[in-house]
DNA sequence: ATGGCTAAGCGTCTTAGA
Protein backbone atom coordinates (compact mmCIF):
# COMPACT_ATOMS: atom_id res chain seq x y z
CA UNK A 1 0.00 0.00 0.00
CA UNK A 2 1.46 3.59 -1.04
CA UNK A 3 0.45 6.27 1.53
CA UNK A 4 0.90 10.04 0.98
CA UNK A 5 0.78 13.41 2.73
CA UNK A 6 0.45 16.65 0.85
CA UNK A 7 0.02 20.40 1.55
CA UNK A 8 -1.56 21.17 -1.66
CA UNK A 9 -1.92 24.81 -1.08
CA UNK A 10 -5.48 25.42 -2.46
CA UNK A 11 -7.01 22.05 -3.76
CA UNK A 12 -8.38 24.01 -6.56
CA UNK A 13 -4.84 25.66 -7.36
CA UNK A 14 -3.72 22.29 -7.63
CA UNK A 15 -6.42 20.15 -9.21
CA UNK A 16 -5.10 19.22 -12.61
CA UNK A 17 -1.58 18.28 -10.64
CA UNK A 18 -3.28 16.71 -8.06
CA UNK A 19 -5.26 14.16 -10.56
CA UNK A 20 -2.41 13.26 -12.48
CA UNK A 21 -0.15 12.87 -9.40
CA UNK A 22 -2.15 10.43 -7.99
CA UNK A 23 -2.65 8.53 -11.10
CA UNK A 24 1.03 8.81 -11.97
CA UNK A 25 1.99 7.94 -8.58
CA UNK A 26 -0.12 4.87 -7.77
CA UNK A 27 -1.04 6.31 -4.35
CA UNK A 28 -3.61 4.57 -2.50
CA UNK A 29 -4.10 7.01 0.59
CA UNK A 30 -3.57 10.80 0.39
CA UNK A 31 -3.61 13.16 3.27
CA UNK A 32 -4.10 16.41 2.03
CA UNK A 33 -3.88 19.73 3.71
CA UNK A 34 -4.51 23.27 2.92
CA UNK A 35 -8.04 22.78 0.74
CA UNK A 36 -7.88 26.79 0.76
CA UNK A 37 -11.34 25.81 -0.46
CA UNK A 38 -15.17 25.51 0.46
CA UNK A 39 -16.69 22.27 1.02
CA UNK A 40 -18.55 22.46 -1.50
CA UNK A 41 -16.03 23.20 -3.68
CA UNK A 42 -13.81 20.20 -2.67
CA UNK A 43 -13.31 18.03 -5.97
CA UNK A 44 -15.20 14.14 -4.96
CA UNK A 45 -16.46 14.27 -7.97
CA UNK A 46 -13.48 14.22 -10.04
CA UNK A 47 -11.49 11.93 -7.49
CA UNK A 48 -14.30 9.20 -7.29
CA UNK A 49 -14.09 8.75 -11.13
CA UNK A 50 -10.01 8.49 -10.50
CA UNK A 51 -11.51 5.53 -7.61
CA UNK A 52 -10.77 7.59 -4.42
CA UNK A 53 -13.49 8.49 -1.89
CA UNK A 54 -12.92 11.45 0.27
CA UNK A 55 -13.13 12.81 3.83
CA UNK A 56 -12.94 16.90 4.43
CA UNK A 57 -12.98 19.25 6.44
CA UNK A 58 -13.42 22.92 4.84
CA UNK A 59 -14.47 26.40 5.78
CA UNK A 60 -13.74 28.42 3.03
CA UNK A 61 -10.37 30.62 2.14
CA UNK A 62 -8.14 29.14 4.91
CA UNK A 63 -6.76 25.65 6.25
CA UNK A 64 -8.63 22.63 5.29
CA UNK A 65 -7.88 18.74 5.41
CA UNK A 66 -8.74 16.19 3.16
CA UNK A 67 -8.11 12.16 3.52
CA UNK A 68 -8.43 10.64 -0.23
CA UNK A 69 -8.39 6.65 -0.11
CA UNK A 70 -8.98 3.96 -2.60
CA UNK A 71 -8.72 1.13 0.03
CA UNK A 72 -11.70 1.72 1.83
CA UNK A 73 -12.43 5.01 4.27
CA UNK A 74 -14.41 3.91 7.38
CA UNK A 75 -14.69 5.37 11.14
CA UNK A 76 -14.43 8.75 9.83
CA UNK A 77 -13.84 11.72 12.76
CA UNK A 78 -13.91 15.52 11.43
CA UNK A 79 -11.71 17.64 12.95
CA UNK A 80 -9.93 17.29 16.67
CA UNK A 81 -11.66 15.72 19.49
CA UNK A 82 -10.92 18.15 22.23
CA UNK A 83 -8.88 20.88 20.38
CA UNK A 84 -8.83 24.65 20.73
CA UNK A 85 -10.55 26.89 18.38
CA UNK A 86 -8.91 30.43 17.10
CA UNK A 87 -9.03 33.05 17.01
CA UNK A 88 -11.96 32.32 19.72
CA UNK A 89 -14.04 29.17 20.55
CA UNK A 90 -14.90 27.59 17.05
CA UNK A 91 -12.27 24.93 15.94
CA UNK A 92 -10.68 25.45 12.65
CA UNK A 93 -10.49 22.90 9.64
CA UNK A 94 -7.10 21.07 10.39
CA UNK A 95 -7.49 17.63 11.16
CA UNK A 96 -9.43 14.75 9.78
CA UNK A 97 -8.82 10.68 10.79
CA UNK A 98 -10.51 7.45 9.11
CA UNK A 99 -9.06 3.79 8.62
CA UNK A 100 -8.32 3.31 5.32
CA UNK A 101 -7.99 -0.08 4.46
CA UNK A 102 -5.79 -1.76 7.34
CA UNK A 103 -4.07 1.46 8.52
CA UNK A 104 -6.00 4.13 11.06
CA UNK A 105 -4.67 7.72 9.58
CA UNK A 106 -4.73 11.14 10.44
CA UNK A 107 -4.36 14.23 8.03
CA UNK A 108 -3.44 17.37 10.21
CA UNK A 109 -2.61 20.91 9.26
CA UNK A 110 -1.50 22.50 12.24
CA UNK A 111 -1.31 26.03 12.79
CA UNK A 112 1.39 27.99 11.58
CA UNK A 113 2.29 29.95 14.78
CA UNK A 114 3.28 33.20 12.91
CA UNK A 115 5.69 34.94 15.38
CA UNK A 116 6.64 33.51 18.63
CA UNK A 117 5.12 36.27 20.83
CA UNK A 118 1.69 35.75 18.29
CA UNK A 119 -1.10 34.43 20.34
CA UNK A 120 -1.05 31.85 17.14
CA UNK A 121 1.97 30.11 18.49
CA UNK A 122 0.21 29.74 21.63
CA UNK A 123 -2.81 28.36 19.94
CA UNK A 124 -0.50 26.20 18.38
CA UNK A 125 1.15 24.56 20.59
CA UNK A 126 -2.09 23.93 22.47
CA UNK A 127 -3.32 22.44 19.45
CA UNK A 128 -0.28 19.81 19.20
CA UNK A 129 -1.15 19.30 23.27
CA UNK A 130 -4.54 18.35 22.30
CA UNK A 131 -3.56 16.35 18.94
CA UNK A 132 -1.12 13.90 21.82
CA UNK A 133 -3.84 13.55 24.08
CA UNK A 134 -6.43 12.63 21.04
CA UNK A 135 -3.82 10.25 19.43
CA UNK A 136 -2.03 8.54 22.56
CA UNK A 137 -4.70 5.24 22.75
CA UNK A 138 -4.28 4.51 19.25
CA UNK A 139 -0.67 4.92 19.32
CA UNK A 140 -0.23 2.79 21.52
CA UNK A 141 -2.82 -0.29 20.20
CA UNK A 142 -1.43 -3.38 17.95
CA UNK A 143 -3.02 -1.82 14.49
CA UNK A 144 -1.23 0.26 12.03
CA UNK A 145 -1.80 4.09 13.11
CA UNK A 146 0.10 6.97 11.83
CA UNK A 147 -0.58 11.52 11.81
CA UNK A 148 0.57 12.36 8.36
CA UNK A 149 0.63 16.32 7.86
CA UNK A 150 1.95 19.70 7.36
CA UNK A 151 3.24 19.70 11.25
CA UNK A 152 4.64 22.95 10.57
CA UNK A 153 7.88 22.28 12.38
CA UNK A 154 11.38 21.55 12.04
CA UNK A 155 12.32 18.54 14.10
CA UNK A 156 16.18 19.21 14.16
CA UNK A 157 18.74 22.25 12.78
CA UNK A 158 18.83 19.78 9.86
CA UNK A 159 15.99 19.98 9.10
CA UNK A 160 16.32 23.59 7.63
CA UNK A 161 18.47 25.02 5.02
CA UNK A 162 20.15 27.83 7.35
CA UNK A 163 19.42 27.76 10.53
CA UNK A 164 20.99 30.82 11.42
CA UNK A 165 17.96 32.46 9.24
CA UNK A 166 15.85 31.13 11.46
CA UNK A 167 16.90 32.75 15.44
CA UNK A 168 13.47 34.27 17.08
CA UNK A 169 11.47 32.75 14.43
CA UNK A 170 8.63 29.89 14.65
CA UNK A 171 9.52 26.41 13.62
CA UNK A 172 12.50 26.18 15.19
CA UNK A 173 11.50 26.78 18.98
CA UNK A 174 12.57 24.93 22.08
CA UNK A 175 8.62 24.58 22.74
CA UNK A 176 7.53 23.45 19.75
CA UNK A 177 10.07 20.67 19.11
CA UNK A 178 9.24 19.69 22.81
CA UNK A 179 5.69 19.26 21.75
CA UNK A 180 6.79 16.84 19.05
CA UNK A 181 8.97 14.93 21.47
CA UNK A 182 5.87 14.66 23.40
CA UNK A 183 3.44 13.01 20.55
CA UNK A 184 6.87 10.63 20.31
CA UNK A 185 6.12 9.67 23.72
CA UNK A 186 3.13 8.27 23.07
CA UNK A 187 4.96 5.59 20.60
CA UNK A 188 4.53 7.49 17.54
CA UNK A 189 8.05 7.83 15.69
CA UNK A 190 9.50 10.05 12.72
CA UNK A 191 9.00 8.12 9.46
CA UNK A 192 12.19 10.07 8.11
CA UNK A 193 12.10 10.27 4.06
CA UNK A 194 14.80 10.21 1.74
CA UNK A 195 15.54 12.64 -0.93
CA UNK A 196 15.91 12.38 -3.91
CA UNK A 197 17.97 14.53 -4.97
CA UNK A 198 21.04 16.53 -2.62
CA UNK A 199 21.50 14.99 0.54
CA UNK A 200 18.44 16.08 3.03
CA UNK A 201 14.66 15.44 2.65
CA UNK A 202 13.06 19.03 2.55
CA UNK A 203 9.68 19.14 1.60
CA UNK A 204 8.58 22.56 1.48
CA UNK A 205 10.63 25.37 -0.41
CA UNK A 206 9.26 29.15 -0.37
CA UNK A 207 7.70 30.30 -3.89
CA UNK A 208 10.22 33.85 -3.08
CA UNK A 209 13.87 34.16 -4.16
CA UNK A 210 14.52 30.98 -5.53
CA UNK A 211 13.68 28.99 -2.50
CA UNK A 212 13.78 25.84 -5.02
CA UNK A 213 16.37 25.80 -7.60
CA UNK A 214 18.91 27.22 -4.43
CA UNK A 215 17.10 24.00 -2.38
CA UNK A 216 16.82 26.51 0.65
CA UNK A 217 14.32 23.80 1.72
CA UNK A 218 12.26 23.00 5.18
CA UNK A 219 11.38 19.21 6.20
CA UNK A 220 8.29 20.18 7.65
CA UNK A 221 5.83 17.68 6.36
CA UNK A 222 6.14 14.83 8.75
CA UNK A 223 5.27 11.09 8.93
CA UNK A 224 4.74 10.10 12.71
CA UNK A 225 4.04 6.22 12.85
CA UNK A 226 3.44 4.02 15.51
CA UNK A 227 5.25 0.38 15.61
CA UNK A 228 3.13 -1.64 13.58
CA UNK A 229 3.19 1.02 11.04
CA UNK A 230 6.87 1.54 11.28
CA UNK A 231 7.42 -1.90 10.90
CA UNK A 232 5.34 -2.38 7.46
CA UNK A 233 7.12 0.22 6.05
CA UNK A 234 9.44 -0.42 3.09
CA UNK A 235 10.57 2.73 1.66
CA UNK A 236 9.84 6.49 2.33
CA UNK A 237 10.68 9.76 0.06
CA UNK A 238 9.85 12.69 -1.26
CA UNK A 239 8.62 13.48 -4.75
CA UNK A 240 10.66 16.35 -4.73
CA UNK A 241 9.75 16.51 -8.91
CA UNK A 242 6.42 17.44 -8.11
CA UNK A 243 8.03 20.74 -6.80
CA UNK A 244 9.03 21.66 -10.09
CA UNK A 245 7.56 24.21 -12.83
CA UNK A 246 4.73 26.21 -12.83
CA UNK A 247 1.41 25.82 -11.25
CA UNK A 248 3.42 23.51 -8.70
CA UNK A 249 2.13 23.68 -4.89
CA UNK A 250 5.35 25.57 -2.44
CA UNK A 251 5.13 21.43 -0.54
CA UNK A 252 6.27 18.11 -2.18
CA UNK A 253 4.66 15.07 -1.36
CA UNK A 254 6.03 12.63 1.19
CA UNK A 255 5.71 8.85 0.25
CA UNK A 256 5.61 6.02 1.98
CA UNK A 257 5.26 2.46 0.94
CA UNK A 258 3.64 -0.12 3.50
CA UNK A 259 4.26 -3.86 3.16
CA UNK A 260 0.42 -4.37 4.60
CA UNK A 261 -2.63 -6.83 3.09
CA UNK A 262 -4.89 -4.45 1.64
CA UNK A 263 -8.68 -5.37 2.01
CA UNK A 264 -10.35 -7.40 -0.84
CA UNK A 265 -13.97 -7.17 -2.08
C1' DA B 1 16.79 26.07 -16.72
C1' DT B 2 13.81 23.44 -11.30
C1' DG B 3 14.09 30.26 -11.78
C1' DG B 4 13.64 36.86 -8.34
C1' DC B 5 5.86 34.44 -4.61
C1' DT B 6 1.17 32.52 -4.62
C1' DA B 7 -3.82 32.09 -3.62
C1' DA B 8 -8.39 33.68 -2.35
C1' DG B 9 -11.82 37.07 -1.41
C1' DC B 10 -15.51 41.11 -2.60
C1' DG B 11 -10.77 42.25 -4.64
C1' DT B 12 -7.98 46.84 -8.07
C1' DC B 13 -5.60 45.64 -1.81
C1' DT B 14 -5.48 42.61 2.29
C1' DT B 15 -4.42 38.44 4.70
C1' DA B 16 -1.86 34.40 5.21
C1' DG B 17 1.77 31.34 4.44
C1' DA B 18 6.79 29.75 7.13
Redesign the pocket.
Given at each position: MRIATW?V??????LPRLLSWLESSGTDVLCL??L???PE?FPTEPLRELGYESAVVAT????GVALVSRVGLEDVVLGLPGGPGYPQDEQEPRAVSATCGPARVWSV?V?????VDHA?YAYKLRWLTALRDAVTEDAQGLLPFAVLG?F?I?PADADVWDRSVFDG???VTEAERAALAALRETGLEDVVPRPL?YDHPFT?W?????G????RG?R?DLVYANAPFQKAVKDAYVD?EE?????????APVVVDLDLDLPHE
Open positions: NNSVTARQEKCAAGRWNYPNGREHDNAMTHKYDYRELFPKNMIRRRGKGASDH
